[in-house]
Nanobody, 125 residues
């Protein structure tokens, strides 16, 4: 079993910054795909960013140039550095993971079997 615990969500003004963290524990071995997804009220869950085991990253066009995903393998921790936040970034942010991966990482949220409980990000104008 795998546990993911997010932290770092907060309420900020537009233009502000936040850093989200996600600590993974349990059976976290093998090649991994880790990702951040977000879901706003009344909207579908959407990918924010993905990081592959070897470090390659993928971003939603809406956050490119503003958000950075990174991973500290030794600490089993995933990060999302968010800058120039906009009201449209307001959502519940979820850490997602899949371990023992043999191919590439999917951008679809249903491909990831493990999710954290979520951390709320609210950006006011």
């Amino acid at each position: 079993q795998v546990q993911l615990v997010e932290s770092g969500g907060d309420s900020v003004q537009a233009g502000g910054t936040l850093r989200l963290s996600c600590v993974a524990s349990g059976r976290t071995y093998g090649r991994a795909c880790m990702a951040w997804f977000r879901q706003a009220p009344g909207k579908e869950r959407e990918r924010v960013a993905i990081i592959e085991n070897e470090g390659a990253t993928d971003y939603n066009d809406a956050v490119k140039g503003r958000f950075t995903i990174s991973r500290d393998i030794a600490k089993n921790t995933l990060y999302l550095q968010m800058r120039s936040l906009e009201p449209e970034d307001t959502a519940m942010y979820y850490c997602a993971a899949r371990f023992d991966v043999t191919g590439g990482c999917s951008t679809h949220h249903l491909w990831y079997p493990y999710y954290g409980q979520g951390t709320q990000v609210t950006v006011s104008s």
